[in-house]
T-cell receptor, first 115, second 113 residues
Framework: NAGVTQTPKFQVLKTGQSMTLQCAQD?????MYWYRQDPGMGLRLIYY???????DKGEVPNGYNVSRLNKREFSLRLESAAPSQTSVYFC??????????????FGPGTRLTVL | AQSVTQPDIHITVSEGASLELRCNYS??????LFWYVQSPGQGLQLLLK??????LVQGIKGFEAEFKRSQSSFNLRKPSVHWSDAAEYFC???????????FGTGTRLKVLA
């Protein structure tokens, strides 16, 4: 039982390049989330998926797209990377049907640098 | 608007000393409150959570937190800190009616041997 896995662990991009961050969970969770973590700002929600087939914007969605490929996988795409997207990205999932009481389980993160 | 404030950016304590990390929230209804810990290079791990009942909540690794509605606080405590507790700690509130957490900006704990 690996929990929440993320690939890659590290990535360096040039401005304008695109990439997809992958996330998978093996806990049969319904809800999945993408956060970014910046110094002094805590974690901010980019997008979330309450269940397979649905996605919704979070606090900072601009410049990102997501795909809930199936129940296990939730990917985050940067179409044209900008230096402001330099951050650590965390994927998380939660059990039950989603909601404020759910414990969220986090992946190890992807450290992205955009030059 | 809902918000979470962790007023201490950094805290340094000696090993064996007691610890209290502060968390204040602003929320219109009954909040659902969480404390997470992030060790260096790792994701976040849940320490404890509160949504109703006893206002003193016990968590993993010997941590506890007390919900005080009158003070809009949910402070995290540990009676005796271990060197392995050095990490960053995040308070979060669950937003009712949504799937979202609102995280505080974190408190980085340093433990002196």
């Amino acid at each position: 039982n690996a929990g929440v896995t993320q690939t890659p662990k590290f990535q360096v991009l040039k401005t304008g390049q695109s990439m997809t961050l992958q996330c998978a969970q093996d806990m049969n969770h319904n809800s999945m989330y993408w956060y970014r973590q910046d110094p002094g700002m805590g974690l901010r929600l980019i997008y979330y998926s309450a269940s397979e087939g649905t996605t919704d914007k979070g606090e900072v969605p601009n410049g990102y797209n997501v795909s809930r490929l199936n129940k296990r996988e939730f990917s985050l795409r940067l179409e044209s990377a900008a230096p402001s997207q330099t951050s650590v990205y965390f994927c998380a999932s939660s059990d039950l049907a989603g909601g404020p009481l759910d414990t969220q389980y986090f992946g190890p993160g992807t450290r992205l640098t955009v030059l | 608007a809902q918000s979470v404030t962790q007023p201490d950016i950094h805290i340094t304590v000696s090993e064996g000393a007691s610890l209290e990390l502060r968390c204040n929230y602003s929320y219109g209804a009954t909040p659902y409150l969480f404390w997470y810990v992030q060790s260096p290079g790792q994701g976040l791990q849940l320490l404890l959570k509160y949504f109703s009942g006893d206002t003193l909540v016990q968590g993993i690794k010997g941590f506890e937190a007390e919900f005080k509605r009158s003070q809009s606080s949910f402070n995290l405590r540990k009676p005796s800190v271990h060197w392995s507790d050095a990490a960053e700690y995040f308070c979060a509130v669950g937003a009712a009616g949504t799937y979202k957490y609102i995280f505080g900006t974190g408190t980085r704990l340093k433990v002196l041997a």
